[in-house]
Nanobody
Framework: QVQLVESGGGLVQAGWSLRLSCAAS????????MGWYRQPPGKERELVAT???????NYADSVKGRFTISRDNAKNTVYLQMHSLKPEDTAVYYC???????????????WGQGTQVTVSS
């Protein structure tokens, strides 16, 4: 079985920084892609950033220049460094990963349990 465990959320003031981490564990052959999504209060879940195994990254326009996604393939871990946080960044942040558990099967989509990030003005 595969699990994604997030950490690093919390309550911060506007302008501060936070770093989220997400570690994948279990039977893992490879992780073609990892990413972060968020769900603001009363809104739909939205993409924040994704990163491929070759470190090619993509960002939502709303976080470009403020957030940086990175991954440690040896640790099966993805990070989200968030700077210059704004009240509108307040959301539950979810880790996502496309994981191959064996070489001959397609990757499956996995989600973490979510971590709350609250930015006060």
């Amino acid at each position: 079985q595969v699990q994604l465990v997030e950490s690093g959320g919390g309550l911060v003031q506007a302008g501060w920084s936070l770093r989220l981490s997400c570690a994948a564990s279990g039977t893992i052959f490879s992780i073609p892609a990892m990413g972060w999504y968020r769900q603001p209060p009363g809104k739909e879940r939205e993409l924040v950033a994704t990163i491929a195994s070759n470190n090619n990254a993509n960002y939502a326009d709303s976080v470009k220049g403020r957030f940086t996604i990175s991954r440690d393939n040896a640790k099966n871990t993805v990070y989200l460094q968030m700077h210059s946080l704004k009240p509108e960044d307040t959301a539950v942040y979810y880790c996502n990963a496309h994981i191959k558990t064996v070489a001959w099967r397609p990757s499956a989509n996995y989600w973490g349990q979510g971590t709350q990030v609250t930015v006060s003005s």
